[in-house]
């Protein structure tokens, strides 16, 4: 298993004697996420799977130049998978049919749209058409796909009144934890059959 990190974190200290290699990545420049591709290629041979977690989460707020937040956001969210899928795609070839996979992390706002994080939102989207555009152009030996959560878990800095509001927003009124993640992962990974596809992990607040 190889890991990305930014910012050095007591977990990534587990992480690192379970086994996983982590490799620090500076993602905000084309040129951070190029070093981190070439990290990649010399440690390993192949990968089973790509998954694109990294994210940043800015709002349009007086102070922020809306061109900044803009371009951090398309750089998170769409340069960086878009420049990994492509220079790591060798890696997932060769192993034969359905048998690699990437994984988009987007966000349940694609759907939906949201007036305080519009740029946040535009950028997910895109990740999210990105999806498409690389199952067909990695299919039949990759599968592409991508999740798009909401709430899955509080910060412990949340508090009682935020935490109720929240979780009144989707129909099942519960933060179900990572554990659903993980599930819809090992899903995607073992089927070998879907590719294309935006699996939402909501609650149902389409419906709310």
Known sequence: MIVSYRTHYPTIDGLIKAGAQCIQADFSTNDGVMAFADEVLKSTHGLRAILHNASAWMAEKPGAPLTDVLACMMQIHVNTPYLLNHALERLLRGHG????????????????????????????????????????????????????????????????EYRQQALNKSLMKTAPGEKEVIDLVDYLLTSCFVTGRSLPLDGGRHLR
């Open 97 to 160: 049919h359905a048998a690699s996979d990437i994984i988009h992390f987007t966000d349940y706002v694609v759907e939906r749209g949201s007036d305080k994080h519009i740029a946040y939102a535009a950028s997910k989207a895109a990740l999210d058409n990105m999806t498409r555009s690389f199952a067909r152009k990695l299919a039949p030996e990759v599968k592409v796909n991508s999740i798009a959560p909401s709430l899955i878990l509080f910060n412990e800095h949340d508090d009682a």
